[in-house]
């Protein structure tokens, strides 16, 4: 396996899933479903398996987490913003804790850690939820200024913008499948919030370049490879990226599956892992001649069997089509931590690093070393 000199490599986490002590739509949405969940799951999990609560304390912890990342050797690393730690209130921005998001940037550059820094990991503040959420017509002026002030306040110590994770599989959940949050199941809401997120990333995209050009600034979808149905490819992993095409600078990947059936599969949702489906969907995005970033790959494998080859497998190919001239600038594994799946709680463990949810204590899994020696180029 070869990487150009400067390739990134690293860990993503999401503020919600890492951070603890967050009040927004999810927090509640966890309040009122977690004694339903821990009903359906037959009594094998209980209903503290579906409160995100203290999560891994990262919100306190994050300079160890940084130090374990640098310790396994990775030069850039993926976090969210939380909307609702800066603008509890409508309109009422919170300077404490955009302070605590520069101690985080800082931390990061401290350790020569690259930061990229999402906007939107599909939390919300509550005024926003009760306005309608990113189904409301007004959400792209209200995302626009947040944007802008997180802009404002970190634009010169942050190079790399993600605005918005996966708006496809938020949307399919909260407005068609209607099993997340908000729990709608409207054709027409799902098309409206898909127009209203495309609208708010084109708005934030300018206002992160006023406060700093050389800004570089995307989204990431979630990508599955569909071996069968150009169709299913086309409205899955193209459809919203084709309305923001004038307004990115980097096509984002999360790739974690494909539609291959005699994969072998994972422990969590049986999805098959298909590594060479990331080649695959490598291709399908060249074409666009945008630098392209792996921004979410991993598995929740809590017994760390098969997470080694997982990661191996998979960088085999980015590292062939990085031979073949795609230009594949970065890899972050999901996640670093293990941490909080949404609606399935905490027993999925996708961690590098194994959290015990009680203590804190924090647990390199040997398969973290592997990411470290393909690193190192060992
Ligand atoms: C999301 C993460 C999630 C991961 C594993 C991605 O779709 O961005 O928040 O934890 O998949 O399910």
Same mark, same amino acid.
């Given at each position: 396996m070869r990487f150009p000199k400067d390739f990134l490599f690293g860990a993503a986490t999401s503020a919600h899933q890492v951070e603890g002590n967050n009040h927004n739509d999810w927090s509640e949405w966890e309040k009122k479903n977690a004694e339903r969940l821990s009903k359906a799951s037959g009594g094998k *999990?209980?209903? $503290? +398996? *579906?409160i995100s609560g203290r999560a891994c304390d990262h919100y306190n912890r994050f300079r160890e987490d940084f130090d374990i990342a640098k310790s396994l050797g990775h030069n850039a690393h993926r976090f969210s913003i939380e909307w609702s730690r800066i $603008? %509890?209130? $409508?309109?009422n921005f919170n300077e404490k804790e955009i302070e605590h998001y520069r101690e985080v940037v800082k931390a990061l550059r401290e350790r020569g850690m690259e930061p990229f820094v999402t906007? /939107?990991?599909w939390t919300l503040p509550l005024w926003m939820r009760d306005k309608?959420?990113?189904?409301? &017509? =007004?959400f792209p002026k209200y995302f626009a200024r947040y944007a802008e002030h997180v802009a404002r306040h970190l634009g010169k110590d942050?190079?790399? /913008?993600? #605005?918005? +994770? =996966?708006t496809n599989v938020q949307t399919s959940h909260g *407005?068609? &499948?209607? @099993?997340? %949050?908000? =729990?709608k199941r409207s054709l027409f809401k799902y098309f409206a919030a898909n127009r209203y997120l495309a609208n708010a990333h084109a708005k934030a995209y300018k206002l992160i370049k006023k406060h700093n050009p050389s800004a570089q600034v995307g989204v990431t979808e979630l990508f599955i490879?569909?071996?069968?149905s150009r169709i299913k490819s086309f409205f899955w992993n193209h459809f919203f990226l084709r309305k923001i095409k004038t307004c990115q600078d980097f096509i984002g990947i999360d790739y974690y599956f494909s539609d291959r059936k005699e994969k072998e599969r994972s422990e969590f949702l049986d999805w098959p892992i298909d590594p060479e489906g990331l080649y695959k969907i490598i291709q399908e995005v060249k074409g666009c001649g945008k630098p392209v970033y792996i921004i979410e790959n991993g598995i929740a494998d809590a017994k760390d069997f098969r997470r080694e080859k997982f990661i191996k497998e998979h960088l085999e190919w980015v590292s062939k089509a990085i031979s073949e001239g795609v230009d594949v600038r970065g890899y972050f594994y999901w996640s670093l931590l293990d941490n909080f $799946? /949404? @609606?399935?709680?905490? /027993?999925?463990r996708f961690g590098l690093v194994e959290v @015990?949810? &009680? #203590?804190m204590e924090r647990k390199i899994r040997p398969s973290a070393k592997k990411l470290t020696e393909i690193i190192k180029g060992l």
């Open positions: *999990y209980p209903p $503290e +398996n *579906y $603008e %509890p209130k $409508e309109g906007l /939107w990991h309608g959420g990113v189904c409301s &017509k =007004e942050v190079k790399y /913008w993600i #605005t918005l +994770n =996966e *407005y068609l &499948k209607g @099993d997340w %949050p908000p =729990e490879y569909f071996s069968q $799946e /949404w @609606d399935k709680g905490f /027993w999925p @015990d949810h &009680k #203590t």
